[in-house]
C-alpha cells in the first residue's frame, strides 16, 4: 500500500522560511517522478514544483528562486524548502506521485498518489 506522508508545515511571517517533507512507503521515490502541489481557500490546485529520477527539475514561475525541490532516495523521502515566502504563498502543500519516471506534466489528475497534505501559512 503506497503512502505518501507530509510534515513541516507551519505559519511563518513574509520572508521566512519553511521546509516541508514527503515521506514514502510502498513506493519507490528514486524510480518515480515526484512533485509538489498547493491548493488555497477558493483557488485551484497548483503545481509548484516537481523532480524526476534523473534530478530534473521544473518550478511553477510563481516560485523560481525561492523554492527549491529535492529528494532523498536513502531516505525515501522528497523535499520542498521554500524561502522568502510571501501571504500569497498560503496553501495547503500536497506531495504526490506521477508513477513514471520522467515528469511531463503538472497536470494533477494525472498523478497517481498524493499525501494528506500539509498547512502553510505566511501572515504579512
Known amino acids: 500500500q503506497v503512502q505518501l506522508v507530509e510534515s513541516g508545515g507551519g505559519s511563518v511571517q513574509t520572508g521566512g522560511s519553511l521546509r516541508v517533507s514527503c515521506e514514502a512507503s510502498?513506493?519507490?521515490?528514486?524510480?518515480?517522478?515526484m512533485a509538489w502541489f498547493r491548493q488555497a481557500p477558493g483557488k485551484k490546485r497548483e503545481g509548484v514544483a516537481r523532480?524526476?529520477?534523473?534530478?530534473?527539475?521544473n518550478y511553477a514561475d510563481s516560485v523560481k528562486g525561492r523554492f527549491t525541490i529535492s529528494k532523498d532516495n536513502a531516505k525515501n523521502t522528497l523535499y520542498l524548502q521554500m524561502n522568502n515566502l510571501k501571504p500569497e504563498d498560503t496553501a495547503m502543500y500536497y506531495c504526490a506521485g506521477l508513477a513514471t519516471a520522467y515528469c511531463f506534466t503538472f497536470d494533477g489528475n494525472l498523478y497517481k498518489y498524493w499525501g494528506q497534505g500539509t498547512q502553510v501559512t505566511v501572515s504579512s
Open positions: 510502498g513506493y519507490l521515490v528514486r524510480n518515480n517522478c
Open positions: 523532480i524526476d529520477v534523473d534530478g530534473r527539475i
